[in-house]
Every structure is written in C-alpha cells, then in structure tokens.
C-alpha cells in the first residue's frame, strides 16, 4: 500500500493541525494504522493507533488528550488531530500501516510508510 501524507506546517503553540494519509493500493481496511514522530537527533516514537474498524484507538501518553486518530475506510485515509499543540511536538510525523490485528507501538511492526509530513511548533 502507498501512504501519502499531508497537512504539516508551522503553527504556534497552543494552536491545531490536522494531518492526514492518504493510502492507495491495497484494501486500506485490511490494515490497523500508525502516527509516528522523529525529531532530529531522536528516535522514531509511537504517537497514535487506530485498528482496521476504527473502534480501538492507542496514544502515547505525551499526546493523550491533546491529539485524537481517526480514520475513513471510504475515503482511504487516516487522520490526527493534534491540538494544544507544543514545541516538544516539533518534528517530522509519518503514518504507517499494519496487517489487520498486528499494529501497535513499535515501527518494527509495520509495513507500509509514507514519506512524512514537517510539523513545526513555535514558543
């Protein structure tokens, strides 16, 4: 499946944004689905998952609250909210899939990535 990331720009803290992953392909409700985040110089961390239905949901604890995962089995694509953003939230924020059942918090356990999307959060 191809992943096709967007809507990542340079927004103040305490603002919103809302990416969006576009997949086409292969049959976009077969796969559980991912947000990752790496800022320079860091690791590739978890952010949020959304399973193939849509009706189980995960966040890492530093967006909890803050960011919500969604997703639209007709329109082949996933979203993140993220609101309240912070300047911690910097960073380059990639959506991943994973065979239905098999995603989770670790990138080993995904496929598929798109080629990411810039998020820039100014103080």
């Known amino acids: 499946v191809q992943l096709q990331a967007s809507g990542g720009g340079l927004v103040q803290a305490g603002g919103s944004l809302r990416l969006s992953c576009a997949a086409s392909?292969?049959?976009?409700?077969?796969?559980?689905m991912g947000w990752f985040r790496q800022a320079p110089g860091k690791e590739r961390e978890f952010v949020a998952i959304i399973n193939w239905k849509g009706g189980v949901t995960g966040y890492a604890d530093s967006v909890k609250g803050r960011f919500t995962i969604s997703r639209d089995n007709a329109k082949n694509t996933v979203y993140l909210q993220m609101n309240s953003l912070k300047p911690e939230d910097t960073a380059v924020y990639y959506c991943?899939?994973?065979?239905?059942?098999?995603?989770?918090?670790?990138?080993?356990?995904?496929?598929?990535w798109g080629q990411g999307t810039q998020v820039t959060v100014s103080s």
């Open positions: 991943a899939a994973a065979r239905s059942g098999y995603g989770g918090s670790y990138a080993l356990e995904y496929d598929y």
């Open positions: 392909g292969r049959t976009f409700s077969n796969y559980d």
